[in-house]
């Protein structure tokens, strides 16, 4: 439930806002690391996507909840009205409690709503941040790797330069 929300979302900032290029700088070998960042990447999302799903389905369940309730004190409120006209005093009573226990039910789901559904954005957006950065990273990944060989490879000419200038 929340926690795993929350961890996922997490998993998702991070990997979002991490810099490619610095841990490719980092890596001992880049087109390993870049193949595994890929991988984690598409393992977040596919947490993402159920986790959006139950979210969804959460939100949908407080809707019921909610429209039941509202439908319980309207239905509640009409026996009430029925009863004043008959002059069943006790009736009455009896049926505006359940009315406001409805009433204060709804009440209830009304707030879960809202921050459900805040949730739900929160992911959806997440995701769609991490998508894009995914499809951004797959799309270049031969230039990221180029580009890092490249760097290697002048690193070694900096260092044999430096050498050979030594003796």
């Given at each position: 439930g929340r926690s795993r929300q929350v961890s996922i979302l997490n998993r998702i900032s991070l990997l979002v806002r991490s810099?490619?290029?610095e841990l490719l700088d980092r890596a001992e070998d880049p087109e390993k690391t870049l193949d595994q960042i890929i991988r984690d990447m598409a393992s977040a999302i596919q947490q993402a996507r159920s986790q959006v799903a139950e979210t969804i389905a959460q939100k949908n369940l407080i809707e019921t909840n909610l429209n039941n309730a509202r439908k319980m004190s309207g239905e509640w409120g009409n026996k009430a009205q029925l009863a004043v006209q008959k002059g069943a005093d006790d009736l009455a009573r009896e049926a505006l409690r359940r009315k406001r226990d409805y009433e204060s039910n709804a009440t209830v789901y009304e707030?879960?709503?809202?921050?459900?559904?805040?949730?739900?954005?929160k992911l959806k957006g997440d995701l769609g941040a991490l998508q894009s950065k995914y499809e951004e990273i797959v799309r270049s990944r031969e230039t990221l790797i180029?580009?890092?060989?490249?760097?290697k490879a002048q690193l070694k000419v900096q260092k044999v330069a430096a050498a050979m200038a030594g003796i």
């Open positions: 810099n490619i290029n707030h879960q709503l809202t921050t459900q559904t805040e949730v739900v954005d180029a580009r890092h060989r490249t760097a």
